[in-house]
DNA sequence: ACAAATAGCGTTTTT
DNA sequence: CGCTATTTGT
């Protein structure tokens, strides 16, 4: 083993190698994008394992994803077959270790928790909060935004705990809550680590007590994360921490402001640096080098490489089109789909490069955020389940009774008295759920529990989605029944830990039919590009009001420029980047000064953005594709509430009058059209072409009169009525007369 | 019951 | 800044 750990050393260039090596007891390594640094993450595990003879047992492993997590312990696998996997125990993300401890060391009776306790998502926690507002019947001001109220609530100190800002009750309900979910056994993610950071504090020293602290990716700790760590260190680990202080994008939710020159005052820790850089070509480092913050060494090996290309089109439309035959251009030339990657600022830029992919036979992949919470079925039956398998979860059982898209639509009412008085024969599905762990034997496999809850009738066969329903349903039992059996647990109790574990929040549930074909351009925010490397990068979008978005201040401004910096470093040989002469969006027209700050000499501008006669034609067939698309699945996909956005955008884009007078628009230049028009641009709704406003609609109305149609769609109808001003109305449900 | 006043977003997302 | 949801005032 040691001479293989030789030859591991000797792949490594100095810095790295000095990293692993190192000796103090504290270190933080400054790495560099695509310096290597999970490799000296994984080596440096390997170095005091086998040199230092450190067991694998007395490491803590934190990382901030399940992902970078799996990928540590699967290529310490690799190079270990034979290594157990409960060595491996206090290797995970932070919460997950937490819970770990939680479970198996930390006295968390001490809270009023069993060693049972459940982990509840947020939502579910809100639930509680407002089930405890109507029993106590709280005093609560802005109840819509509850959920940041209380965050911030529960940040402030006992202290400070008087008179609350709008001379409410939130205190008294984060108080109350907090004895509730002790009461009710369940954490919250947030509570996983508060609680075990407070025991950390108390217990006895050797309950927790690992050798080493290994941290991945340290710049994204955040003030609780930073706590656990010192906790560790306090009784005696040692600390090795890696990351990137360029890389740091996620201050918004919480990562800790300079966290290099904390740790490095705190404990004293070396700080080492790996500058060299071996994914970019050295064109791509040198614009990178143009949004560095501080003046940090990113040296590259590679050769200079192609210019970045810099695209001007006219609209986020024209740029998907362009894309898909650039795409299928490079595609020809052998590059795989899979090398391939369009970034864009906003989660709803995404809808037009779909539309136009899929029309164009692109083969691509959106990575979407998606958890078992956001699909509406999923959701109801881990419910389900978790009513089932502890009988004491009154609100799961309240919650699946009472849904009304699936099981027996009972009134909330009823609901509650049937669960509270938990007597049998008033419905089946419940009488069903309190027999789970009773008939759990025989229930061998996804199938079998399936028919045992009669979901065929439950999951509501006549809604549209009936299928999809129970298939995902079926793939999450099938999970489950798989984690059990790898457990090798007792089948109530395997399923028990499954639903409660934070494992299931990060499992891919749903994503197992995507991952079957690789060859996929991937479409995704500069955000989600993070940690990833592609070949061919295409940022998307580069207009002043998207990359950077317009932010209040300096911090703001200021990780917009380390966004950016993260996105161009995901390229290794290609990278263009294009902006719009006509955004539709909250962007400026014309170029980002992220692009003027980039030297000359590595860009290759790209002005011409010809007429392409076809395209509005072309532009037409995909709205007109998109719209019978979204009529036919309205209800099926649940990200839909977040695609309804960049819909209502279009309707109000010029585009839609274009497409309503087709003959008129087609000869046009798109940009001229709404240059040569300035009327149209002066006009209080610019959807409606001239024609149309001179023959005006009217309306007439029971209540408020007679008014003017100032939009109008297949479901809704806008109208301003003399007195009243504008207001709309639904279509079918309105009694609404043509004049 | 309606109108005026006020608060606080806006985007990015993991556990 | 401009919009929306909610609270407060009449």
Known sequence: MELYFEKELDRLNPYQREAVLDESPACVVNANVGSGKTTVLITKIQYLHHIKKVGYEDMTVLTFTNKAADEIKSRLLAAEPELPADKLRGFGTFHSTALYYLREFLPVEDLGY???????????????????????????????????RLESAMAVREAEKKVSKYQDDIYELAGLLKEEKAKQDKMTFFDLLENANFLLKEAEQKSVSPKWVII??????????????????SRGASLFAVGDPNQVIYSWRGSAFQIFYTLKHKYQAKELTLPINYRSSTSILEAARCFLQNGSPLTGVREPGSKIIVRRQYDAFQDACYLA?????????????????????????????????LREGIPFEVSLKKTVGDVPVLKWCIRLLRFSLNTKDTAS??????????????????????????QPGKSLLFDRMCGLVENCRELGNEEELFTYFELDRYLNPVSASFHEDSDAVRRLFGI?????????????????EFVNSSSLYGSDVLREDISRQEDRVKLMTIHASKGLEFSCVFITGVNHGLIPLR???????????????????RAKDHLELSYYMNPQERADPGESRYI???PPRLLEHDEDIGPAVSLQELKRQVQEQRRSMTAGCLEQSPGQSLEQNPEQSLEQNPEQSLEQNPEQSLEQNPEQSLEQNPEQSLEQSPEQSPEQAKQQKLVRHSRYGTGVVVNEDETMLEAEFEGYGKKEFIKAFSELEYI
């Not at 089930?131 to 005093?139: F, V």
């Not at 798989?482 to 399923?495: L, N, T």
């Open 397 to 422: 059982g309240i919650y699946v009774l009472s849904s009304r898209e699936y099981g027996e639509g009972i009134s909330g009412k009823k609901a509650e008295e049937i669960v509270r008085a938990g």
């Open 216 to 233: 991945d990716e340290v710049q994204d700790s955040d003030t609780q994360q930073l706590v656990f760590t010192d906790r560790l260190i």
């Open 596 to 598: 003027r700050m980039i």
């Open 551 to 569: 932010t209040g201040d300096m911090e703001g401004e200021e990780e917009e420029r380390r966004l950016f910096f993260v996105g161009i470093t």
């Open 325 to 357: 035959a650039r795409m299928k251009k490079l595609h020809e030339e052998g590059i795989s789909y899979g090398e391939m990657a369009v970034f864009y600022r906003l989660q709803s830029q995404s809808k037009i490069f779909e539309d136009v992919f």
């Open 114 to 148: 069993s060693k049972e306790f459940l982990v509840i998502d947020p939502e579910e926690e809100l639930e509680l909060a407002y089930d405890l507002i109507r029993q106590h019947k709280l005093k609560i001001k802005y109840k819509n935004r509850l959920k940041k």
């Open 480 to 496: 489950m029944y798989a984690y059990v059996r790898e457990q090798q647990a007792e089948r109530a109790s395997g399923m028990r």
